[in-house]
């Protein structure tokens, strides 16, 4: 009965211009409603989400963006890979690799924060603004397992027959690291997504401007830019940065 009453209300308000947002979907409407277009676009046939953490992006994608093909997730800390192996079980096209991203294959210490969303290979600062500390402030560290993408790709059977993968990065200021490991396969890429800080939470992590200039460099031009979060002021510290490689723009 609820089902068909929002129906209508949709329906209603959809013949009058409007359209009804569930309030858990209102903050990330922007960047799904161009994720949805860029896939459609370019018909998107595997997702590689570096830096999965408990699969909010594989949720988006699947609840959001309406996407169902392969997503592959890569997260290197053991319980979060064991989270996330509970919650592919029952999406056949979901599969998890227990190791991270990077531009050379090594073992490597990570800093665990109080909150393991923050976790990183760098180290946090409070340079710019300290409204995070209580969140990412370094509780332990771990010994990880870093590959490369061209490395492990002939490993990855969806990339291996995917025609137009889309590549997704969030590892904490570490992006350019997986950039930088995935050699000649990047420009198989139609697009990708990364985020990228206007406010510097770690130390040596790329601002913006350099993230922008260099995968320009790379062939990759911005689609969208889409806020991630704010400090108690409003000033926004990070952004998701979507892009297309310009060789399917031209």
């Known amino acids: 009965m609820l089902g068909e009453i929002k129906r209508l209300i949709s329906k209603a308000a959809h013949s009058l211009g409007y359209e009804v947002i569930p309030l858990w979907k209102r903050d990330g409407w922007p960047l799904a409603t161009l994720t949805q277009q860029l896939f459609h676009l370019h018909k998107v046939d595997c997702v590689l989400d570096v830096g999965a953490n408990r699969g909010q992006y ?18 290197p800390l053991p319980h979060l890979v064991d989270n996330l192996m509970e919650r592919s079980h029952n999406d056949p096209h979901w599969t998890i690799q227990p190791y991270a991203l990077g531009s050379t294959s090594e073992d490597k210490m990570i800093n665990v924060m109080t909150s393991d969303t ?28 870093i590959r490369t993408l061209s490395e492990v790709s002939s490993t990855l059977s969806s990339l291996q027959k995917s025609h137009h993968p889309f590549l997704k990065l969030d590892t904490q200021g570490y992006d350019l690291e997986v950039i930088e490991g995935t050699g000649p396969l990047l420009s198989k890429f139609v697009g990708l997504q990364t985020e990228v800080p206007i406010l510097k939470i770690y130390e040596q992590m790329p601002d913006l401007h350099h993230v922008i200039d260099y995968l320009g460099n790379l062939g990759f031009d911005c689609a ?16 998701d940065l979507v892009l297309i490689n310009r060789l399917l723009s031209t």
């Not at 969208?224 to 952004?239: A, K, M, N, T, W």
């Open 58 to 75: 594989a949720d988006f994608l699947r609840q959001q963006v309406g996407f169902q093909g392969p997503i592959i997730s890569f997260e």
């Open 118 to 145: 923050f976790s990183s290979f760098l180290n946090p600062t409070e340079k710019d603004f300290s409204d995070f500390s209580h969140l990412n402030t370094v509780e332990h560290q771990e010994n990880v397992k």
């Open 224 to 239: 969208g830019i889409f806020p991630v979060s704010r400090d108690d002021h409003l000033r926004i510290v990070e952004f």
